[in-house]
């Protein structure tokens, strides 16, 4: 029963990981790109390394925790140990999501800051 719930655990947990990343890296372009003074090389840079990120920071967590709390030896104690591992799990990615876009928000104003100012510098 363990080994079951621990595979289960590591393939919805990573599954939703993967999905998280490809959708805030799909949808999230438009966002950096007008962040970063509408240059498109440094939103795609930028985008590809919170994924990166994203995927260490989350999947670490992931594999750390599977190690806490009690094994489970039955099957009530698997559906306990999975939705409190999944729900973790998802609340982490849910901060991060928010982390990630407070941080773009605050350092995005001043990239496009900083772009403006040499674009001008050029001009």
């Known amino acids: 029963m363990t080994e079951v719930a621990y595979a289960l655990y590591l393939v919805v947990t ?3 990981t993967i999905w998280v990343a ?5 949808n999230g372009e438009v966002f950096l790109i007008e962040c970063f003074g509408h240059n ?7 985008n590809h390394l919170l994924v990166v990120g994203f995927y260490l920071v989350n999947i670490g967590f992931i594999t750390l925790t599977l190690s806490l709390g009690a094994e489970p030896t039955t099957p009530t104690e698997a559906i306990r140990f999975l939705s409190s591992k999944i ?3 998802v609340i982490v990615l849910g901060a991060m999501h928010f982390f990630n876009m407070a941080m773009i928000a605050h350092f995005g104003r001043k990239v496009n800051g900083w772009l ?8």
Request: without cysteine; aromatic residues 0%; proline residues 4%.
């Open 40 to 46: 498109p090389q440094v939103a795609r840079s930028t």
């Open 14 to 16: 990573i599954g939703i």
């Open 87 to 89: 729900g973790l799990a």
């Open 116 to 123: 403006t100012d040499r674009q001008l510098a050029a001009a």
């Open 22 to 26: 490809r959708t805030l890296s799909k």
